[in-house]
């Protein structure tokens, strides 16, 4: 007889949701003529929620489906929440500026809805080549998207870049995959750390090899030092909503995968992975904040500040427990918010074609634009982990998730480093407020779905600074089952 | 002498070895993107070879994913391609320099 396997397609609704608003995207692209631009994006928007409402509604039911395949614990649902919510801002972001440069086209939201769609399904995976689709499903829109100004040169030169870098660390995460099944005989999260921690000689170097591969392809992605050389090229040639986006979806989906990775499938040779996160979080941290001191260009530095943002999220993976991963899931929604306001403030000051990015450019701006010198110190702030903001509560809660599992060394080389950042973001404040005015015509309009963006992240930040109680209930309760 | 298992490891990481020193030392980008595709396919080797070795059925499964992936890889990568060589009439990567730290 054949045994029909578990299938459970609920697990999938909030997928399924944003799938289908995406090809009515396309449908409406392809079939309507005329001013779409804005009925595209409110689409984008009614469906990003409507999935919203959906993933909520399976909090607590624990589900899996597909053969054990797809779990959609609150774990995984918490990140896919945290990938909504970016999905969000970036449409928000995105309204005023393609249509300033004049790249109207609707295609867009659908690439940034199937890159949502390969986040979710990479945040509930149990099993690596599920896991390899889902990171392929987010990764190939997102070469696209870096493109997607396609009569720039710089954005052709990121997209290329992203693209052979992406492919390539693809390559060594599948090689690793590879190896994990032939040392394991399984693909199954549960199944290889049930193999591994069965058998009583000590690590099989083939697993260990499998990892360090697995890891490598990761570490591209979520752009950790050493595998760091594309994010300023990329992060300053692609559009800048864009940019946005690639600074929170793939970064939050490879942390997802790489906490269910280390905390379930490899979580019998922890002993033996920790050294090497260890190196990479302090690696990552240092080289993202000492670069980004000497950078001339906001987005450039920007990239650089992601960078190392990325290696304190790395401190949490290093913790490993409970309060690190709750750590890393509250830092990663307060990282959402602030990075999304910072850019919606360079689209807010940019003129076409954004020729002109250099931090002196925003001379005295406090003088013309107040308000908007005022949010954009607030999410500097917030960056550089000032109270009361988001930013501070976050790398507090990471740094002493840290001394609490004995990591005080690597608490410290936090800490110094927090304190390195402080000087470069400043910087901004310091110019904006202290500088004379330089550039007397530079227009700034503003529009309403950016100023939505920009409110929406300027209230978040200075909530979950200053009320963080509320967030830290979230982000306990979604990690239970995980532990 | 029969084959065993290790020859179609050695033989597959030979040839990803191949496909990593030709991303890393071809200058054209669509050599890079064939260099990319023989790592994909060393990959498809071992993972066969570890399915035949240990009777289990994922890793084929798995192959006929991957070739898939490469394909959609492969489509995105050449559209690139196709853009840039407009724009600049080359796909040499050594052009792309417009931007340095």
Redesign the interface.
């Known amino acids: 007889m054949i045994q029909i396997p578990n299938i459970n397609i609920s697990i999938i609704y909030p997928e399924i949701i944003i799938f289908i608003t995406a090809v009515i995207i396309l449908l409406v692209e392809i079939f309507s003529n005329g001013k779409k631009w804005y009925a595209q994006s409110i689409i984008a928007l009614i469906g990003i929620i409507v999935s919203g409402y959906a993933v909520s509604n399976q909090w607590n039911s624990f589900a899996s489906g597909f053969s054990e395949v797809l779990v959609a614990d609150n774990f995984a649902l918490m990140f896919k929440l945290i990938f909504l919510l970016g999905a969000l801002l970036t449409v928000f972001l995105s309204i005023w500026y393609f249509r300033r440069e004049e790249i109207q086209q609707g295609e867009y939201f659908f690439l940034i809805l199937s890159s949502v769609i390969g986040m979710m399904i990479l945040s509930s995976a149990n099993e690596l080549i599920t896991a390899f689709l889902g990171l392929e499903v987010m990764s190939l829109p997102l070469y696209v998207l870096a493109g997607f100004d396609k009569k720039k040169l710089l954005s052709n030169e990121a997209a290329l870049k992203y693209f052979i870098m992406g492919a390539f660390a693809s390559g060594f995460l599948v090689y690793g995959i590879t190896f994990i099944y032939g040392a394991t005989g399984t693909t199954n999260f549960d199944k290889i750390s049930m193999v591994i921690s069965s058998r009583s000689f000590g690590i099989d170097p083939l697993l260990l090899l499998g990892f360090i591969l697995i890891l490598i392809g990761f570490s591209f992605k979520t752009a950790f030092v050493p595998f760091h050389s594309w994010v300023p090229d990329v992060y300053t040639g692609a559009p800048t909503p864009v940019t946005a986006f690639f600074s929170i979806g793939p970064k939050a989906a490879g942390f997802a995968i790489l906490f269910r990775l280390i905390i379930k499938a490899f979580a019998p040779i922890g002993g033996s992975i920790i050294p090497i996160l260890w190196i990479l979080a302090v690696l990552t941290m240092t080289v993202g904040n000492l670069i980004a001191l000497t950078q001339r260009n906001i987005k450039r530095m920007l990239a650089y500040s992601s960078i190392a943002h990325a290696g304190y999220l790395l401190i949490s993976l290093v913790v490993g427990n409970g309060r690190g991963a709750s750590a890393a899931l509250f830092y990663l929604i307060a990282y959402t918010v602030m990075t999304v306001g910072a850019f919606g403030i360079v689209i807010l000051l940019g003129e076409k074609g954004e020729k002109d990015l250099s931090i002196n450019g925003y001379s005295g701006l406090a003088y013309r634009y107040p308000a908007a010198a005022v949010v954009m110190s607030l999410f500097m702030f917030s960056l550089a982990g000032i109270p009361p903001t988001a930013g501070f509560i976050g790398k507090f809660y990471i740094f002493s998730s840290a001394i609490s599992k004995g990591f005080i060394w690597l608490a410290v080389i936090g800490i110094v480093n927090s304190v390195i950042s402080v000087y470069y973001y400043l910087r901004v404040v310091v110019v904006m407020f202290m500088k004379p005015e330089i550039q007397a015509g530079r227009v700034v309009c503003f529009p309403v779905s950016l100023m939505v963006a920009i409110i929406l992240a300027a209230i978040g930040v200075l909530q979950i600074g200053m009320f963080p109680q509320g967030w830290f209930e979230a982000v306990r309760y979604s990690l239970i089952g995980l532990f | 002498m029969s084959l065993g298992l290790a020859h179609f490891l050695v033989l597959s990481g030979v040839i990803?070895a191949i496909?990593?020193i030709g991303?890393i030392i071809r200058r054209n980008?669509i050599i890079?993107?064939m260099s990319?595709e023989l790592?994909?396919n060393?990959?498809n080797i071992?993972?066969v070879a570890?399915s035949v070795y240990?009777r289990?059925m994922?890793?084929q499964?798995?192959v006929f994913?991957?070739i898939t992936?490469a394909a959609?890889?492969a489509a995105?990568?050449l559209?690139?391609?196709v853009?840039?060589s407009r724009?600049?009439k080359s796909v040499d990567?050594d052009d792309?320099n417009?931007?340095k730290?």
């Open positions: 990803f496909g990593v991303v980008a890079i993107l990319i790592m994909l060393a990959v071992a993972l570890f240990m289990n994922d890793g499964v798995f994913f991957i992936v959609a890889e995105v990568g559209a690139l391609a853009v840039i724009n600049r990567v792309f417009l931007m730290w």
